[in-house]
């Protein structure tokens, strides 16, 4: 038998996941961890180009664990584990920041954009997709699942695949992305992107109390009830049909079903489509042993494939017989 195709990801802990990371990440790991030999890691070495202090990194990371488990990832079919638990992915970072060159890295749009807001950038933001590289080479993953922000990074991890190979030897597959088309991009409240960044988000993991906030909170426009609407165009439809892609809520929408009622109904479907993934989220946070234990099982493992690979690039670098 074929051995299945091996996916990659990852989810940096800063700060609580909202459904943009849902739909846009987080969902497709868990629809695609039958298909494909799974790894998932938090991704706390990444986190740390935003400075977090010590009891926010280790607050996002727990919560982060819990969230992927809660979500639906099966520990027994993924392996998941902390980036900074396998320390190969450092080390290849550091081969391969020898390779690539200074305009490189300044072509990466989260680069620019972090440039274009602080004064200071610092190195680890310059780097960044370097590192991100290393995750995804190391483990020669087939696929990597991302939202479409994150296109470019992997652009950056097929060149640097290719170069390594042209420099030293073929140790390297050329990683695809896997973008869904329809959550590409999920607005946030306001109708800009979903992110934690724009204080517009709507929280995966949030409570009753916090869902019918958010909800309330996102725009509408001030057409009157009949006018006639393509649901579409609407910010308020394109999330509520993550939650309930029916035909028949489109023709309500385009019928010109009001606001606050819509609102209401979106508010009930994102709480039942929340219920299991909480009841089970709860489960793994009264057992925190449990958690640990698959967490450590997944340094093994990964470490395992990670530190082969990285005997491999020692090799072909000549920096080991
Ligand atoms: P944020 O923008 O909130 O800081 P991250 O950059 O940590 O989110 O993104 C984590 C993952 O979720 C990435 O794969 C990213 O592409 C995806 N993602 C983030 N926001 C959205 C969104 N609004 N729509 C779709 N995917 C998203
Ligand atoms: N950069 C990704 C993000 O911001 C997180 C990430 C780090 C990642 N390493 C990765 C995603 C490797 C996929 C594969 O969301």
Redo the contacts with the bound molecule.
Sequence with gaps: MKSPQRLISG??P?GRL?I??Y???LKQFVDLQDKYETFVFVANLHALTATPTKENMLEDTKNIILDYLGAGLDPKKVTLFRQSDVTAHTSLAWIFDCLVTVPYLERAHAYKDAEAKAHEVNAGTFTYPVLMASDILLYDADVVP?????KQHIEYARDIAGKFNNQYEELFKLPKELIQDD????P?TDGQ?????YNNTIPLFATDEEIEKAVMSITTDSKGKDEEKNPDDMVLYQIHKLFNDSKDLKKQYSKGLGYGDAKKMLIKDIIDFITPMRERRKKYEENPKLVEEILLHGAVHANDIAMKKLQAVYEAAGLTK
């Design positions: 989810i940096k800063t909202h943009g990371n739909f846009g990440a991302v939202g479409k922000d994150q959550t590409a991009i999920v946030g992107k979903m992110s934690k960044s």
